[in-house]
């Protein structure tokens, strides 16, 4: 299906596409930067609505705006292309690490998280739009603006929007080796707290009951989850107790991040470490285990469905002249919010690019046209699957 119209759509604007990105990496838009998020939204939003897509900007009071944009098609599959407007970066980084080409990469302040891939969402459309492609139900972009942050808002409007579509193709960058990303683990962030009893360290240390001691003895038993499940992951990242050395130490608590492959493993391992918490560790003292299911990212699992876009993803690839293989990550993504509510999504579909977060940030300037075509071609043919 037009693959080479496609490839030179593409070839022939990048230039165009180049320009376009060294004006967002020019934007400050760390999460917490109210100022900087709005000024990518409004470029976008413009860009957006030039295109034809009816645009809703959902405002907020303390971080940057979420930006919805829906084009109605001429039938099929309903598609959401999801992205974030937001960086890592403090401000200053932009006017301190200007974008530039260094060989066959581009380096700059979100180039590969995700600016490269925003644009490679807008100039695939484009590019469909340029042959008269509209053969799908809806097509929509949504674009977040607290991707980056633990403490989130924009949350239920992923899955709000992910409920109103039948594929989604998120536009994180590919994988340093270029693979797609197929499967992500379930994370979930849980508290152990200790109570033990108090005691002069000097005087009567046999009053006391050590909570450290026993947290410490409660987390060598945990540790043993490990591999509980094939890629079940238990990490305990940070430990805290007592008031100073001449104390026997009465409290204790550990933050501990647990991953698993599928949901229903997460739970299993939160069901092991109760029934080991409920049995004391050390006489004279009691621990309990705070989680709160509701802020597990949940697992983005490998079903057929996804399977199913892989293989087309892969053939459209062969097509382009190049090879895609999917892969499993233990790393989070809004991809498994959408996956959450039932959606088949494919994540990694912007440029290959890595060292996301730092100074030497990246992608590769010979994948931007071959990846923005995949993306292209993916949209266009999803509706056959």
Same mark, same amino acid.
């Given at each position: ?25 020019? @934007? !400050?838009?760390?999460? #917490?930067?109210? *100022? %900087? =998020? ?5 470029? /976008?939003?413009?860009? $957006?609505? &030039? ?49 530039? @080409? !260094?060989?066959?990469? #581009?380096?700059? *302040? %979100? =180039? ?5 891939? /925003?644009?490679?969402? $807008?100039? &695939? ?72 009893? &108090? ?72 069901? &092991? ?113």
């Amino acid at each position: 299906m037009f693959t080479k119209e496609i490839l030179t759509f593409l070839q022939e604007h990048l230039d165009e596409y180049l320009s376009d990105l060294r004006t967002l990496t020019a @934007i !400050d838009s760390g999460t #917490l930067y109210k *100022p %900087g =998020v709005d000024a990518v939204q409004s470029w /976008l939003q413009e860009r $957006l609505q &030039a295109m034809g897509f009816q645009v809703e900007r959902i405002a907020q009071a303390r971080l940057g705006d979420n930006l919805l944009a829906r084009r109605e098609g001429e039938g099929g599959k309903r598609i959401l292309l999801l992205g974030h407007a937001d960086t890592v970066f403090p401000v200053g980084t932009a006017a301190q690490h200007p974008m530039q @080409i !260094d060989g066959n990469l #581009l380096r700059g *302040p %979100g =180039v590969c998280d995700m600016k490269g891939g /925003l644009l490679a969402g $807008l100039y &695939a459309v484009r590019a469909l739009d340029a042959l008269g492609f509209r053969k799908y139900g809806a097509l929509q972009f949504l674009i977040v603006s607290d991707e980056e942050i633990h403490d989130r808002s924009s949350i239920p409007l992923i899955r709000q929007v992910a409920k109103a579509s039948d594929i989604a193709f998120t536009l994180e960058a590919a994988r340093a080796n270029g693979d797609i990303v197929t499967a992500r683990k379930t994370a979930l962030w849980c508290t152990v707290h200790v109570r033990g009893r &108090a005691a002069h360290a000097g005087v009567e240390p046999e009053k006391g009951r050590n909570a450290i001691l026993a947290l410490i003895r409660h987390l060598l038993e945990i540790d043993k989850l490990n591999g509980f499940r094939p890629g079940v992951t238990v990490n305990i990242g940070r430990i805290e107790g007592g008031t100073q050395p001449n104390v026997v130490a009465e409290e204790a608590r550990a933050e501990l991040d647990l991953r698993a492959w599928r949901n229903a493993e997460i739970l299993e391992v939160l069901d &092991a470490m109760r029934a080991q918490l409920v049995r004391p560790a050390l006489e004279g003292t009691t621990a309990t285990l705070d989680v709160n299911l509701d802020s597990a990212m949940p697992a983005m699992e490998r079903t057929p469905a996804v399977a199913a876009l892989e293989t087309l993803a892969q053939q459209i690839a062969q097509r382009l002249g190049f090879t895609v293989k999917g892969a499993s990550t233990g790393g989070a993504s809004d991809a498994s919010f959408v996956a959450a509510e039932g959606v088949p999504v494919l994540d990694g579909l912007g440029p290959i690019g890595g060292l996301d977060h730092s100074p030497d940030e990246y992608i590769e300037l010979d994948s931007i046209v071959p990846r923005t075509a995949l993306l292209a071609l993916l949209i266009a043919e999803a509706g056959t699957i």
